[in-house]
């Protein structure tokens, strides 16, 4: 089983930047797919955005695409999420995960989580 632990949340006004990342235990980082998802008060944990094992496919959801980035470092066992343009309604806890699938982007198709970041955005 895989540790996934998160970091860079914060505090930052709408229109501003922030990056995440997220450092994986273990010697099989260079095999899973890794995804990025978010939740609020008032809404499921939804997907944000995913990249496969190489790097080389990213999927992402219509409300961050052209604003966020994914990105992977196989060499560090870390994955990023550069977040540009924010908005208040990206507000949530953003949480990494792990999936053995190749083109993840459903939560059901993760099985290791971490335990989240909150990122706020102030109008």
């Known amino acids: 089983q895989v540790q996934l632990v998160e970091s860079g949340g914060g505090l930052v006004q709408a229109g501003g930047s922030l990056r995440l990342s997220c450092v994986v235990s273990?010697?099989?980082?260079?095999?899973?797919?890794m995804g990025w998802f978010r939740r609020t008060p008032a809404k499921e944990r939804e997907f944000v955005a995913a990249i496969s094992s190489a790097g080389s496919t990213t999927d992402y959801a219509d409300s961050v695409k052209g604003r966020f980035t994914i990105s992977r470092d196989n060499a560090k066992n870390t994955v990023y999420l550069q977040m540009n343009s924010l908005k208040p309604e990206d507000t949530a806890v953003y949480y990494c995960?792990?999936?053995?699938?190749?083109?993840?982007?459903?939560?059901?198709?993760?099985?290791?989580w971490g335990q989240g970041t909150q990122v706020t955005v102030s109008s």
């Open positions: 273990g010697r099989t980082f260079s095999m899973y797919s």
């Open positions: 995960a792990a999936s053995w699938l190749r083109r993840p982007t459903m939560e059901a198709n993760f099985g290791s």
